[in-house]
């Protein structure tokens, strides 16, 4: 199986897991039915043929956060980043690099829980997030939910 390059699930309604290995999976460029799953593949960046992910929920564990989308270089369509007040620091929004990822068509990034926003720091780091998530020229679409920051990314 570690040749394989299309991974469908379909009415697999009493699944409850995938197996811990799926990493080792280097050849898979397709997950197909596999949502609800996505944020239990741990260390997803090291599936570096990868090309379609719907959704990345960026999590304060390790194998989990923003930078593993620097390593899943060939995505294309559509990617919705969530859960990105989660992220620690703007450099790992930075790392993540999405603005080398050419074949992106739609890119959607969602706050999904409210921050206190009553300190500056938390609002500089959304704002220095927002702005480390800079995306190739090529994106066609941009949305933006639950942003809380004061001024736009340039």
Known sequence: MYNMQTLTLYGCDNLESL?????????LRKLNGLDKFIDKITKIGKLTS??????????KDNG???????????LRGGLC????????NKDE???????????????????????????????????QVLEGLQSHHNLQSLIIRGYNGARPPN
């Open 81 to 88: 980043i969530t859960n990105l007040e989660n992220v620690e």
């Open 19 to 27: 197996p811990h290995d799926m990493i080792t999976l280097i050849n």
């Open 93 to 127: 929004a930075n790392i993540a690099s999405l603005n080398s990822k050419e074949d992106l068509d739609e890119l959607e990034l969602e706050w999904t829980s409210l921050q206190e926003f009553d300190s500056d720091v938390n609002l500089h780091i959304s704002e």
């Open 50 to 59: 990868l090309q379609n992910l719907s959704v990345f929920k960026v999590l």
């Open 64 to 74: 989990h956060k923003l930078v593993e989308l620097n390593g899943l270089k060939q």
